[in-house]
């Protein structure tokens, strides 16, 4: 049950941030063997005076959180965060350089999904 934050800047179109929400997801039904349905995404949008980064970035640099479920190897986050980012260059035009991705990891104990302590 990935949880995904998209930080960017604002002016995109529905149909662009469409497209962030695919790539991400489909690198992570590839990596992580997610089901289809497991869609918890959202992208949050910054005015340019409330969004800084290196000047040599470019209006389409954005952050991309993944919370997930502890366990994953070393090698699968290696290939969601490659696939992300393929993804992003080849169906957006986004340059790798441009795409920051962190995984937190939170344990199990401090999940709660509908009313239930995970853990």
Known sequence: MPLVKVEMLKGRSPEYKEKVFECIHDALVEALNIEDWDRFQ???????CDFEYPS???DSFML?????FPGR?????????EGITGKLNSRL????????IT???PPLENWG???NQKG
């Not at 991309?64 to 997930?68: A, Q, S």
Request: glycine share 10%.
């Open 42 to 48: 959202r992208i949050i949008e910054y005015d340019r």
């Open 56 to 58: 040599f970035k470019t």
């Open 64 to 68: 991309i959180e993944l919370t997930i």
């Open 73 to 81: 190897t070393s090698e699968q986050k290696g290939r969601v965060i």
């Open 93 to 100: 035009s986004v340059d790798p350089g441009d795409v920051f």
């Open 103 to 105: 995984i937190n990891e």
């Open 113 to 115: 999904i509908g009313g």
